[in-house]
């Protein structure tokens, strides 16, 4: 165990003296999993019956990550899975920072922030919106690394297969979206007329659009469509082909003139019959490939579609932070700020030397500290994080650690 590994051990087991990670409902049904310093696997199929005995493991093992099962099983701690005999399992959204796109250009506490507003775009739109959950229904946890999980226990999840649990999925994701379900086509009579003694209906193909009752993702393209409609209307052409990238090489002054003349009759009549057709065409282009990206959800599939997933348990720590894996309501995400409230009060103020590697700037603790590379002073709080972190080495690189 190198002095990086022996000096967050020692820290972690501080915080493991004063608490207990926080035990999931029926906890004797779970299937515990976790990593140490010393070893790079994950050491499962284990069970505890008791907040006592996990404690005394936790102090005495001191693990860096902290897993419990999302399944209930009838062995949890039975050593292949055939014989844990599956009982249900929660539904678990995930959502973590390397999914962001350009999160590789982002500092850590943009991505914090970045991740925690999809978060909650997911919790109300999505969870507590289309799909109708409560707030008691959804369990909000910070993974204490980049991100955060939503957990959903009600019995009527419990027993949902990986097929459902995809299709929930899908869902949230708009993945095979069916854009002509959302607007379809109707054939709608424009004029009659008698020829030879005959009644000649003619007739054209129209758009509809989703009426403002509407629910789910008929309601988000309805309302998105107006945000479309209004930017073509109100935008130079060259931002248009920025912000929309499917208009691509297409004249749009017809669909701007177009546009200007019926915004407003299109959404009273719920149909676009007042536009000329290459105008409906680009608007229904925009929302497939464009509109519905935006309004989509983040999720990680795989994790959502595991029925036997092991997930961070709550009050545990994570080893490449140092940062509190917590609970939190809805209520409480709004202003959560884990740079600052999930940093652990057992970590001192007392300074710590370690060796910076590169240049970093982080904010902990409402203190921001702005690193050159090369051995300097930081509270021990912050030193666990950037050793956690990789960003830097405990020690100046030439001593020996004195605790051991």
């Given at each position: 165990?190198?002095?990086?590994?022996?000096?967050?051990?020692?820290?972690?087991?501080?915080?493991?003296?004063?608490?207990?990670?926080?035990?999931?409902?029926?906890?004797?049904?779970?299937?515990?999993?976790?990593?140490?310093?010393?070893?790079?696997?994950?050491q499962r199929h284990m069970g505890f019956t008791n907040s006592g005995d996990l404690h005394r493991f936790m102090e005495s093992r001191v693990p860096s990550h902290s897993y419990y099962s999302t399944a209930y099983y009838r062995k949890p701690a039975a050593p292949t899975m055939e014989?844990?005999?599956?009982?249900?399992?929660?539904?678990?959204?995930?959502?973590?920072?390397?999914?962001?796109?350009?999160?590789?250009?982002?500092?850590?506490?943009?991505?914090?922030?970045?991740?925690?507003?999809?978060?909650?775009?997911?919790?109300?739109?999505?969870?507590?919106?289309?799909?109708?959950?409560?707030?008691?229904?959804?369990?909000?946890?910070?993974?204490?690394?980049?991100?955060?999980?939503?957990?959903?226990?009600?019995?009527?999840?419990?027993?949902?297969?990986?097929?459902?649990?995809?299709?929930?999925?899908?869902?949230?994701?708009?993945?095979?979206?069916?854009?002509?379900?959302?607007?379809?086509?109707?054939?709608?009579?424009?004029?009659?007329?008698?020829?030879?003694?005959?009644?000649?209906?003619?007739?054209?193909?129209?758009?509809?659009?989703?009426?403002?009752?509407?629910?789910?993702?008929?309601?988000?393209?309805?309302?998105?469509?107006?945000?479309?409609?209004?930017?073509?209307?109100?935008?130079?052409?060259?931002?248009?082909?920025?912000?929309?990238?499917?208009?691509?090489?297409?004249?749009?002054?017809?669909?701007?003139?177009?546009?200007?003349?019926?915004?407003?009759?299109?959404?009273?009549?719920?149909?676009?019959?007042?536009?000329?057709?290459?105008?409906?065409?680009?608007?229904?282009?925009?929302?497939?490939?464009?509109?519905?990206?935006?309004?989509?959800?983040?999720?990680?599939?795989?994790?959502?579609?595991?029925?036997?997933?092991?997930?961070?348990?709550?009050?545990?720590?994570?080893?490449?932070?140092?940062?509190?894996?917590?609970?939190?309501?809805?209520?409480?995400?709004?202003?959560?700020?884990?740079?600052?409230?999930?940093?652990?009060?057992?970590?001192?103020?007392?300074?710590?030397?370690?060796?910076?590697?590169?240049?970093?700037?982080?904010?902990?603790?409402?203190?921001?500290?702005?690193?050159?590379?090369?051995?300097?002073?930081?509270?021990?709080?912050?030193?666990?994080?950037?050793?956690?972190?990789?960003?830097?080495?405990?020690?100046?690189?030439?001593?020996?650690?004195?605790?051991?």
């Open positions: 165990m190198d002095q990086n590994s022996r000096f967050l051990l020692r820290t972690f087991r501080k915080y493991y003296r004063e608490h207990t990670p926080i035990l999931p409902d029926r906890f004797a049904r779970r299937e515990f999993g976790f990593m140490f310093f010393d070893r790079d696997f994950v014989e844990k005999e599956w009982l249900g399992a929660e539904l678990i959204f995930d959502l973590d920072a390397d999914h962001l796109a350009g999160a590789e250009n982002m500092t850590f506490e943009a991505m914090l922030a970045q991740i925690k507003r999809e978060m909650i775009v997911l919790v109300d739109s999505f969870l507590m919106g289309d799909l109708g959950f409560s707030e008691e229904d959804v369990n909000i946890v910070f993974s204490g690394g980049r991100g955060y999980h939503a957990h959903i226990k009600i019995p009527e999840v419990l027993g949902l297969g990986t097929h459902e649990r995809r299709e929930v999925v899908d869902y949230v994701t708009a993945k095979n979206l069916d854009i002509d379900s959302i607007f379809p086509l109707r054939n709608e009579a424009t004029r009659s007329a008698v020829i030879n003694g005959r009644a000649i209906n003619n007739a054209r193909v129209v758009r509809m659009i989703p009426p403002a009752d509407s629910g789910g993702w008929h309601l988000r393209m309805r309302n998105g469509l107006k945000v479309v409609v209004d930017d073509i209307c109100d935008m130079d052409p060259k931002d248009l082909r920025k912000v929309y990238p499917s208009i691509g090489t297409r004249k749009i002054d017809g669909a701007q003139a177009d546009l200007r003349k019926s915004r407003e009759l299109i959404f009273e009549n719920n149909k676009m019959s007042t536009l000329r057709k290459p105008t409906q065409d680009l608007l229904i282009d925009i929302m497939a490939k464009d509109m519905a990206v935006r309004l989509s959800g983040e999720v990680d599939e795989p994790v959502t579609a595991d029925i036997k997933r092991l997930i961070r348990l709550p009050g545990s720590i994570h080893g490449k932070t140092g940062l509190r894996v917590m609970p939190l309501t809805r209520t409480q995400l709004t202003d959560f700020d884990p740079l600052s409230m999930a940093v652990p009060t057992e970590y001192s103020d007392e300074e710590v030397t370690v060796n910076v590697k590169r240049q970093f700037e982080i904010r902990l603790r409402d203190q921001r500290f702005s690193l050159l590379p090369g051995v300097q002073k930081v509270p021990e709080y912050a030193a666990v994080f950037l050793v956690g972190r990789k960003v830097a080495d405990y020690g100046d690189g030439t001593s020996k650690d004195p605790f051991f």
